[in-house]
């Protein structure tokens, strides 16, 4: 075990799941004293009664009532001369620009995080920031065709976009549950054009993205029509981004295109993926809450990251929690990851509501997940995502279970 550089930390984070997380992580690192405030003012009343000095402090800057950024002024104006260590779910503009804010101010930053934390990304600020690094010479750029508008567009036109199907197994009979729809760029040599993440926050930031939505929802309707001939218990899963929710009428247009193939809404969720954070406000759950009462499912996408945390499953009304495959693939192996997992299915369990775990990637992980009571998986272990004719045939070759490999 690596033994903790810190003898005193004081955790600084509104989300009780990010202070668990982080609570756990110290607490394997063997860290003798470990505070926590759910806000910045009794942070700095815990660091004005402290018997012992705080030597690190680890803080968010999204916080109510005195946000992170104030936090620091307070910090410098105690002379606070301790390790101090920032993280958020802002953009990396932002959080680079309160480092410098950090830096003018005098005090100690050792390194700042952005949100979803990982144990590689704490380990690499926490434990290594006072060690030099070897510049690593950087490999030649590979010709890479460029994403633009243009080319955005002429792929909408042409509708290379395309969907796969990465099946959903029940834990207690390993059967094929369902489906997560994953959205590919299928380029002109028939080779995926861009990574998914990359094109989506594309479309995301240059006004394009319920375009792209629509069409892709068009394409999984169409094929959840034709999924339902092979299967009527099949439940299928749609991501949508936050920003799509500030629009009233995305539940009408929704059930219109469901009303056009014939489909109940039993059939199909929708997944609320993590690329901005879901703020609380009358529209957004406004749309949600219609979206259930229709009876969709909707489902708190990699839950234990930045954005999607505790106060988005409390505020909005979600019937399932699908917990990030970062914590998911080490729980074996890493204690941080496994109590992260622990943790939300525990607060799943008080709430009542069905769990979701991807990153299902050998058969410990697997047995970890079935200890946990977790009730559908995802992951490359079981399945990975493929094209609609090959999942229509996983789910015929797999009518009885998946065999699972030893």
């Given amino acids: 075990m690596t033994e903790s550089p810190f003898k005193n930390v004081l955790l600084v984070d509104d989300d009780p799941v990010q202070i668990a997380i982080l609570s756990s992580y110290f607490t394997g690192l063997g860290t003798p004293g470990i505070q926590s405030a759910t806000n910045s003012r009794i942070a700095l009343g815990l660091l ?5 000095p705080v030597d690190l402090i680890v803080s968010d800057l999204q916080m109510p009532e005195m946000d992170g950024l104030e936090f620091l002024r307070h910090l410098n104006d105690r002379e606070y001369r301790g390790a101090l ?5 802002v953009k990396g503009d932002l959080l680079e620009h309160a480092a410098k804010l950090a830096r003018l101010q005098g005090l ?10 990982s144990k590689q990304g704490l380990d690499s600020v926490l434990l290594a920031a006072r060690q030099p690094v070897e510049p690593v010479a950087s490999e030649p750029q590979r010709n ?7 080319t955005f567009r002429r792929a909408l036109a042409e509708r290379r976009f395309k969907l796969y199907y990465q099946p959903k197994i029940d834990t207690r009979t390993r059967r094929v549950g ?4 994953l959205a590919r760029w299928i380029g002109d040599d028939g080779s995926f054009a861009f990574p998914p993440a990359e094109f989506i926050e594309f479309a995301e930031n240059n006004g394009l993205i319920e375009e792209l939505t629509f069409q892709l929802l068009d394409i999984f309707l169409r094929d959840v029509h034709r999924f339902r001939a092979a299967s009527r218990t099949l439940h299928f899963a749609f991501n949508l981004t936050p920003s799509l929710l500030r629009n009233t009428n995305l539940p009408d247009r ?11 809404a039993s059939m199909v969720g929708f997944e609320i993926t993590e690329t901005a954070t879901l703020n609380l406000d009358a529209t957004t759950l406004e749309v949600l809450s219609r979206l259930r009462i229709y009876d969709f499912e909707i489902s708190i996408d990699d839950f234990g990251t930045g954005h999607a945390n505790i106060r988005n499953l409390r505020d909005f009304p979600y019937s399932e929690l ?5 914590f998911v693939l080490n729980a074996v192996k890493d204690p941080f990851s496994r109590r992260t997992v622990t943790s939300a299915v525990g607060l799943a369990r008080e709430l009542g509501i069905p769990v979701v775990a991807e990153g299902i990637e050998d058969r410990e992980t697997w047995d970890f997940v079935c200890s946990l009571g977790i009730e559908k998986v995802q992951g490359y272990f079981l399945a990975k995502p493929m094209p609609p004719d090959a999942f229509v045939g996983f789910v015929s070759q797999h009518s009885e279970g998946v065999v699972l490999a030893a």
């Fill in 108 to 117: 100690n930053l050792i390194g700042h995080l952005g949100k979803p934390v």
């Fill in 85 to 89: 260590a920032i993280m958020s779910g």
């Fill in 178 to 181: 369902g489906a997560e729809a």
């Fill in 254 to 264: 929704i059930c219109a295109m469901m009303r056009e193939y014939h489909l109940p």
């Fill in 48 to 52: 004005d009664s402290s018997e012992q």
């Fill in 144 to 150: 890479k065709p460029l994403l633009d508008e243009a």
């Fill in 322 to 326: 699908k917990i990030d495959s970062s």
